[in-house]
């Protein structure tokens, strides 16, 4: 069975560009997180989606957004990118909700702005 | 306010020492707690999930337990190849608190 797949790998922005990055889920499941993982942070919630519905959101600015297609894929933008945003961005897809399944983590998207 | 706490920060180990992590945790409700390991430059993979006071997982040398406040994560004499960064994450009825981790290095 193939695992979570993120694409693009790495990116490079400069401050106030917009970016978009992309999520595939394992086959089957219905839940989509995203989580931005920072050295002092750690692991932070940025959002969850579930049946093309958004159900769960973490506490960070409205220039982080997301959604979820048809197929359970799920996309996540920023937008007005600014140095703070540079993070690994973890998407993760699990059978049931976050809180009730196990999660399944792709490698991560390697922001950098600068 | 809900949390998890793991201790310690960073564990150095010989080859063959055995040793615990330990996930401290507040929530109310809790629904479950989640071991994951974490390799540099990749994605948390899953280990064990337990969901009531006096559970035990195990898996090859890890050993998971849980009480009502805490959870440990048993390492039996440790291998190199069991370096990593390990993470707890504590679910309650409409969250998941992930804590920041333990850093273990195993030496041969």
């Known amino acids: 069975k193939a695992g979570v797949t993120q694409t693009p790998r790495y990116l490079i922005k400069t401050r106030g560009q917009q970016v978009t990055l992309s999520c595939s889920p394992i086959?089957?499941?219905?839940?989509v997180s995203w989580y931005q993982q920072t050295p002092g942070q750690g692991l932070q919630f940025l959002f969850e989606?579930?049946?093309?519905?958004?159900?769960n959101k973490g506490n960070f600015p409205g220039r982080f957004s997301g959604r979820q297609f048809s197929n359970s894929r799920s996309e996540m933008n920023v937008s007005t990118l600014e140095l703070g945003d540079s993070a690994l961005y973890l998407c993760?897809?699990?059978?049931?909700?976050?809180?009730?399944?196990?999660?399944?983590f792709g490698n991560g998207t390697r922001l950098t702005v600068t | 306010e809900d949390q998890v706490t793991q201790s310690p920060e960073a564990l150095r180990l010989q080859e063959g020492e055995s040793s615990s992590l330990n996930c401290s945790y507040t929530?109310?409700?809790?629904?479950?707690l989640f071991w994951y390991r974490q390799d540099p430059g990749k994605g948390p993979e899953f280990l064990f999930t337990?969901?009531?006071a006096g559970e035990e997982k195990e898996k090859e040398r890890l050993k998971a337990t849980l009480t009502k406040k805490e959870s440990f994560l048993h390492i039996t004499a440790p291998k190199p190849e069991d370096s990593a960064t390990y993470l707890c994450?504590?679910?309650?009825?409409?969250?998941?608190?992930f804590g920041t981790g333990t850093r273990l290095q195993v030496f041969p």
């Open positions: 993760a897809s699990s059978f049931g909700t976050q809180n009730n399944s196990p999660l399944h």
């Open positions: 086959s089957g499941h219905r839940s």
């Open positions: 989606y579930f049946s093309e519905t958004q159900r």
């Open positions: 929530v109310s409700g809790l629904r479950g």
């Open positions: 337990l969901y009531s």
């Open positions: 994450a504590v679910s309650g009825p409409d969250k998941l608190i």
